[in-house]
């Protein structure tokens, strides 16, 4: 085995805390000093700057990214007897919540280059029963809001924007979050914007459903102990609220380095006739989450799931670490046996599913760290 020094992580959180160390420091024992730690101006401060940072009216904190999908759908009225048309290749929440509202997810297959819907077969899978679409932004790249906008017209759907990897990104000079009817951000830690704990927030330009969304992430109340509608307990906390202010001031340089990353890689990894980089859509702006490649040369280990496996093994041996975003589609997901869906129904999403590797990708990714990734990626493969 080829022995390294000074690994190269997939992604390094730690680091970006040391370059606002004081900034966070000095922001939260202000919150704890003040002993208003649910709500109160420090939440409503951060909900101000978003909204104000994504070019809409309205931002609404909440616990998670998964919770403002579940708040989203929910404000929508989306429920039992529905169909909400999204992407098999992401993570479960995004259907998850479709499921938890009791409507059904119907999964339509992507594109191979960009990773995100379809949106020919997007518009195919319309039924009288779609009430919504959701797209993701995978990776921090875009998906084509203007035509998914015009399908939506349309046929009258709503669309819910899924941000969860892509704030920042924009497309025709529009933040995401703003275009559809409401978007839908995480602040986990590994996001672009993360906090230091669960996080997400909800972006609208309608005023009424802002309202309701405020509604039902406190229990379904709008005065207290007076409760409308059966609601959660879903409120961003005012740690996380004063940490995310200060990162959202830095946000636009570290999407700035993750671009000129994916740019290094692209460069480099372009020339290797068994890697396909990804590739921004024109009018899109993509902040990449994750820089994800795909390896296909399945004849050397008999698979292109075995032959992705075998190039993670080299990478690893050369201190390079990977990951593997997403293994098994939404649609094969045991969960969701119940739908009908067989191997083979969406053959994009699940050969991707095989061959995506994640590269490093973080900010303060060093030079020399590059040049690691790319000299293992020609080391091991030619």
């Excluded at 990776?139 to 819910?160: C, E, H, K, R, W």
């Excluded at 890697?275 to 993509?286: A, I, K, R, V, Y």
């Excluded at 593997?324 to 067989?342: A, I, M, R, T």
Aim: charged share 20%.
């Amino acid at each position: 085995m080829i022995q390294s020094v000074n690994p190269v992580p997939a992604f390094d959180i730690k680091q970006q805390y040391t370059t606002i160390e004081a900034e966070v420091s000095a922001a939260v024992l202000e919150v704890l000093a003040s002993g208003r730690y649910i709500g109160g101006p420090m939440v409503e401060g951060f909900e101000q700057q978003f909204a104000a940072y994504n070019g809409v009216t309205e931002c609404i904190a909440c616990n998670s990214g998964t919770d403002a999908l579940y708040l989203a759908l929910r404000a929508l009225e989306i429920g039992a007897g529905d169909e909400v048309i999204t992407t098999p290749f992401t993570f479960i929440a995004t259907s998850e919540v479709i499921s938890a509202v009791g409507a059904k997810p119907v999964f339509v297959d992507i594109d191979a280059m960009t990773f995100n819907l379809d949106l020919e077969q997007t518009a195919a899978a319309i039924t009288p029963k779609t009430k919504a679409i959701i797209p993701v932004h995978l990776f921090g790249q875009p998906v084509d809001m203007t035509a998914l906008m015009a399908i939506a017209q349309s046929y009258n759907l709503s669309v819910i924007e899924d941000c969860a990897q892509s704030t920042g990104a924009s497309w025709d000079n529009q933040k995401v979050g703003s275009i559809g009817h409401i978007g839908c951000f995480s602040f986990y830690p590994t996001k672009n914007l993360g906090g230091c704990g669960d996080g997400g927030a909800i972006t609208t330009n309608d005023q009424a459903i802002a309202t309701k969304l405020r509604i039902l992430r406190d229990h379904g109340s709008k005065i207290r102990y007076i409760h409308e509608e059966i609601g959660v307990n879903s409120r961003l906390d005012a740690l996380q609220a004063a940490i995310l202010q200060i990162k959202l001031r830095y946000l636009d340089i570290w999407n700035e380095r993750r671009r000129a990353i994916a740019t290094y890689y692209y460069q480099f990894l372009s020339q290797i006739p068994v890697l396909t980089p990804p590739q921004e859509l024109p009018g899109g702006t993509g902040v990449w989450n994750q820089y994800t490649i795909r390896a296909s040369g399945e004849e050397r280990n008999g698979s292109s799931a075995k032959y992705r496996d075998w190039v993670r093994t080299q990478l690893q041996e050369r201190g390079v670490s990977s990951m593997v975003y997403y293994p098994k589609p939404l649609h094969l997901q045991p969960v969701y046996q119940n739908l009908g869906y067989q191997p083979g129904d969406l053959p994009v999403a699940e050969q991707t599913c095989h061959e995506v590797i994640s590269l490093p990708m973080f900010p303060e990714l060093t030079e020399e760290q590059l040049n690691k990734v790319v000299y293992a990626l020609k080391d091991c493969l030619g």
